[in-house]
C-alpha cells in the first residue's frame, strides 16, 4: 500500500490505520532533525539585535550549558523561541508546547511563560505591563522563571560572547526527543532541578 483510499476518516479501514500508524512512528523519529532546521530558520524571522535569532538561542543554550544545568534546561533554553516565526504574538506557548511531551513539567511552564517575564526588562519602554510575570506570583515555578529570564534570556543578546556552535546541542535535541513522550518518570510534574550546578559548571 503507497496510500489509503478513504477520503473521509470514518471510511477507513483497520488495515489502512495500520499502515498510516506505521508512517506516523517513523515521522516522529525525525522530529529532532526538523527542529535542528527550524532553528537556522529563524535567522529569518526577528532582526535589528546586534545578534540573530539564531545566535540568540545558541548563546541562551551555551549559558545554560556552562552554568551546569541539565539536559532539560539545556534544550528548552536552545528551542525558548523556536516560534518566533510562526507563532509571534504566543512564541513561548508554541514552544512550551512542542516540548511538552518530552521534558519536565517545571522546563515546559517556564518557556510557557517567559514571555511574561521579559517584560520586566523592557515593557515600561513599549507601553506594557512591566511586571506582567506577578500574575504569576504564587506559582512554583515562578523563581525559576525569573532566573532563566535574568541568566539566559535577556542576556543572551551579546555578539562578542563565545558560543558554542548548534551542532554542539544537536545530539541532545535528539536524545529528549527520542523520549517516550509523556513519561511520568521525565515529566515529573511538582518537580524541581536547579538551573545552574556549580560542580558541572566547573568541568565545562
Not at 527542529?35 to 526577528?46: I, N, R
Not at 545530539?171 to 550546578?197: G, H, S
Request: hydrophobic residues 35%; glycine residues 4%; charged residues 30%.
Amino acid at each position: 500500500m503507497e496510500k489509503v483510499n478513504f477520503k473521509q476518516m470514518k471510511d477507513g479501514t483497520r488495515e489502512e490505520y495500520e499502515f498510516l500508524t506505521a508512517h506516523e512512528i517513523d515521522h516522529t523519529k525525525h522530529t529532532a532533525d526538523r527542529l535542528l532546521a527550524a532553528l537556522v530558520d529563524l535567522d529569518k524571522s526577528l532582526s535589528g539585535y546586534q545578534i540573530t535569532r539564531l545566535g540568540h538561542s545558541v548563546q541562551s543554550a551555551t549559558r545554560a550549558w556552562r552554568d551546569g544545568a541539565d539536559i532539560d534546561w539545556v534544550v528548552s533554553a536552545l528551542l525558548h523561541d523556536i516560534g518566533d516565526i510562526y507563532a509571534p504574538y504566543n512564541h513561548d506557548e508554541y514552544a512550551a508546547t512542542i516540548l511538552k511531551p518530552f521534558v519536565r513539567e517545571q522546563c515546559t511552564w517556564v518557556v510557557q511563560t517567559h514571555g511574561d517575564f521579559q517584560m520586566l526588562y523592557y515593557g515600561h519602554h513599549v507601553g506594557g505591563d512591566q511586571h506582567k510575570r506577578d500574575r504569576h506570583r504564587g506559582n512554583p515555578y515562578f523563581d525559576d522563571c525569573a532566573e532563566f529570564c535574568e541568566r539566559w534570556d535577556q542576556a543572551s543578546f551579546d555578539p562578542d560572547h563565545d558560543d558554542l556552535p548548534l551542532n554542539f546541542f544537536a545530539p541532545m535535541v535528539r536524545e529528549v526527543f527520542d523520549r517516550k513522550p509523556y513519561d511520568p518518570a521525565v515529566i515529573r510534574p511538582d518537580q524541581r532541578e536547579p538551573l545552574t550546578n556549580e560542580t558541572a559548571a566547573a568541568t565545562r
